[in-house]
Nanobody, 124 residues
Framework: QVQLVESGGGLVQPGRSLKLSCRASGRTVADYGIGWFRQAPGKEREGVSC????????YYSDSVKGRFTASRDSAKNTVFLQMNSLKPEDTAVYYC?????????????????WGQGIQVTVSS
């Protein structure tokens, strides 16, 4: 059974940081590309960051570029999303995913497995 378990979300004030973790079981994350997506209430799912499976290239949406950093710890079979300088508009449910899509930031990209989602709320 494949599971992606997310942690690290919560309520944080604007300007502060959070680090999301996504621990995989049943699959080795080093064999896959990684996607981070988010969905705010009433809005379409948005690709936030992705790491392409075949060359490790990492991409970020314009809305988070320079503030968010994705990484992977193969020894822990865990991927991370470091989120700095958080803004109220970053409030959303965040999802990690693993797969091998070329268009890895696209909301229509095909990922094999998804996490359950974790709430991030940025508010004073």
């Amino acid at each position: 059974q494949v599971q992606l378990v997310e942690s690290g979300g919560g309520l944080v004030q604007p300007g502060r940081s959070l680090k999301l973790s996504c621990r995989a079981s049943g699959r080795t994350v080093a064999d896959y590309g990684i996607g981070w997506f988010r969905q705010a209430p009433g809005k379409e799912r948005e690709g936030v960051s992705c790491m392409r499976h075949y060359d490790g290239s990492t991409y970020y949406s314009d809305s988070v570029k320079g503030r968010f950093t994705a990484s992977r710890d193969s020894a822990k079979n865990t991927v991370f999303l470091q989120m700095n300088s958080l803004k109220p508009e970053d409030t959303a449910v965040y999802y990690c995913a693993i797969g091998r899509p070329d268009n890895c930031l696209d909301i229509h990209a095909i990922y094999d497995y998804w996490g359950q989602g974790i709430q991030v709320t940025v508010s004073s």
